[in-house]
């Protein structure tokens, strides 16, 4: 499925249904933007905080516009890979309405006989479709699929932004492989719609979602870390550039149900003057327990944007008895994040990425790290896949 000659260097590949959908909350922004607020924290840089990760990027491939068992695959907005079978699985958002919503499985194949490795093709192997308890395919309009994450018990967490518009709340559920429903984690009423207008707002609910399990044995404790793309209505200001992120960290038991045991204030970078969309859209728990990658993506008139930091919970305040976070309280303490990589700045064109995952391992030992875009089921667009190799920035400046 490699098809070089459709790769695109342009960075105007961004869609004009996404554009004209947005332009009112731009038109809104740039109107505000004389009367905002300070600006958020933003991103740290003290190295004795964070892990010495550097990012180098690979390859860049995109999908071909396709059809797979009569679906249509696109919308693609996450990964997971799990190393033991070397399968990739991706969550589609297809809300129901091009196909019933589902989750695709595929293999990814490397060509590291060259210098750098490459993505040399892609094949899709399953498409599944997701049910809920009773057995039937999720009606059109009743799910938002955007994250999904591989847990150790052979099952798929993912996560729905809901839609405030009809009145259907955010989720965070359980799968089994074969794409029922078993379980649902129990979200926070501030989170949910119906509550005198707060709760997440529309389109911008459960997008980043990840799991540790350092152990990976089915029998034993898993944590689940989940997070809106932006501030929940409550915690949001108009015309204000800061988007104060509530973080929610679960510990999932062999038995009874998940506990909700903390939340933190994830700070969100402030959304830059003509920027109309931006917000954290994944997430990634690194082997190293409470440290993070998290992907935040923004859209404007040039087209996308992406970066990727690091981020650690540390001595992060609990923010779960706080009413709101509009204006990031002075009492409240972030999580920490530092800037591990601007995408903007690879020279290739970025489409709109949402999902990322730790890969393979390459042959030399290093550590892979993909990237996938959302084409929102445009011609315009594309699902895209960017190869980066994560390495410890420590050991190797000592092994040269």
């Known amino acids: 499925m490699r098809q070089d000659n459709q790769i695109r260097r ?34 740290e ?20 516009k396709t059809e797979f068992q009569g679906t249509p695959v696109g919308g693609l907005s996450e990964l997971d890979y799990d190393p033991k079978t070397a399968t990739y699985y991706a969550i589609s958002d297809d809300r129901s309405q091009f196909a019933p919503a589902r989750f695709y499985t595929f293999k990814l194949k490397l060509d590291e006989t060259g210098v750098i490795p490459q993505i040399q093709d892609l094949n899709l192997e399953s498409v599944i ?17 955007e994250a999904l994450a591989l847990s150790p018990r052979n099952t798929l967490l993912i996560s729905s932004e809901g839609d405030s518009r009809l009145g259907i709340d955010p989720f965070v559920k359980e799968f089994n492989l074969g794409g029922q429903e078993i379980s649902d984690l129990r979200i926070p009423q501030r989170f949910l719609l119906g509550n005198n207008g707060r709760g997440v707002r529309n389109n911008l609910g459960f997008e980043a979602l990840a799991i540790s399990a350092p152990s990976q044995a089915p029998a034993d404790p ?7 793309e932006s501030s929940l209505a ?13 973080f929610l960290h679960y510990v999932v038991n062999p038995v009874g149900d998940p506990v909700l045991i903390g939340e933190h204030l994830y700070p969100l970078e402030p959304t830059p003057p003509g920027v109309f969309l931006n917000g954290l859209v994944a997430l990634i728990a690194l082997p190293q ?18 970066k990727l930091f690091q981020v650690t919970i540390g001595n992060a305040t609990d923010t779960a008895r706080i009413d709101s976070l509009a204006g990031n309280p002075e009492t409240v303490t972030p999580m920490r994040k530092q800037l591990l990589l601007d995408l903007g700045n690879l020279g290739i064109g970025l489409d709109n990425l949402e999902g990322m995952t730790l890969g393979p391992k390459f042959a030399d030992g290093g550590q892979s790290l993909l990237l996938i875009s959302d084409d929102n089921f445009s011609d315009r667009q594309v699902n895209q896949l960017l190869l980066f190799r994560l390495s410890n920035a420590a050991a190797k400046a000592t092994s040269k």
């Not at 898993?222 to 809106?228: G, K, L, Q, S, W």
């Not at 327990?289 to 992406?306: D, I, K, N, P, V």
């Open 129 to 145: 479709t997701l049910s809920n308890r009773s057995g039937e395919p999720f009606a059109p309009g009743s799910i938002d699929p």
């Open 10 to 43: 342009s960075p105007q590949n961004f869609s004009w249904a996404l554009l004209k959908k947005w332009s009112a909350v731009w038109i809104l922004s740039m109107s505000m933007l004389l009367v905002c607020l300070p600006a958020a924290l933003a991103a």
């Open 222 to 228: 898993f944590r689940v870390f989940v997070a809106p």
């Open 289 to 306: 327990e409470g440290y993070f990658l998290s992907l935040e993506r923004t859209y404007s008139l040039l087209g996308g944007g992406a």
């Open 45 to 64: 840089s003290n190295p004795r905080t964070f892990l010495p990760l550097e990012l180098d990027f690979l390859d860049e491939y995109r999908l071909p």
């Open 234 to 246: 409550q915690d949001s200001r108009p015309g204000n550039r800061n988007e104060p992120i509530r």
